[in-house]
C-alpha cells in the first residue's frame, strides 16, 4: 500500500470457531444462553447471534477437530452482559461449568467458559465502569 492509500477497519463482521461436532456445539451455546441466527448443516456452520448486532459467532465444523481442554493462554472471546456474576450462576444452573470463578477486572467482574474443543469466551460487565458499558 502507498502512503496515500489506506483503509479504515468499520467494525467486527464475525468472529469464527473451529468446532468437530455443529450439532453438539449449537446444542452446547443454546445452554449457554446463545440464540442461533441460522444453521447450514451442508455448509457445516451455524451462526450465534451476539445482541441486536448483525455480526456473530460462526460455528465452524472441523472435520478431524476433536474434544480439547483450552491451552493457557488462548484466544478469549469476550462479551459484554448486564452482570456476568449472574450469567456464572446461570451457567452453572444450565449445566455449564465455568473455568474458574468470576473474577474481578479494571471495568467489571468476568466468568469465562469453553466449549468442548477449547474455543473460550468471557462474558463480563461493565459494573464498575457503568460509563463505558453499552447499557449505561
Known amino acids: 500500500m502507498s502512503d496515500d492509500e489506506s483503509y479504515e477497519l468499520l467494525g467486527f463482521d464475525n468472529v469464527l470457531l473451529p468446532v468437530g461436532d455443529l ?3 449449537v446444542r ?16 457445516g456452520i ?29 484466544p478469549r472471546l469476550w462479551l459484554e452482559v448486564p ?4 450469567a456464572a450462576e446461570e451457567l452453572y444452573d444450565a449445566g455449564i ?3 474458574d470463578d468470576p ?3 479494571a471495568t467489571g467482574w468476568t466468568v469465562e467458559i469453553a466449549d468442548p474443543w477449547g ?9 464498575k465502569r457503568p460509563e463505558l458499558s453499552r447499557r449505561p
Open 23 to 25: 450439532g453438539e456445539a
Open 28 to 43: 452446547f451455546y443454546e445452554r449457554a444462553g446463545f440464540a442461533v441466527g441460522f444453521r447450514l448443516d451442508e455448509a
Open 46 to 74: 451455524a451462526l450465534l447471534k451476539v445482541g441486536g448486532e448483525t455480526p456473530g459467532i460462526l460455528l465452524r465444523h472441523e472435520e478431524a477437530l476433536g474434544h480439547r481442554q483450552p491451552p493457557w493462554p488462548s
Open 83 to 86: 452482570d456476568a456474576r449472574a
Open 97 to 99: 461449568a465455568p473455568l
Open 103 to 105: 473474577f474481578s477486572g
Open 119 to 127: 474455543n473460550v469466551i468471557g462474558l463480563t460487565d461493565y459494573s
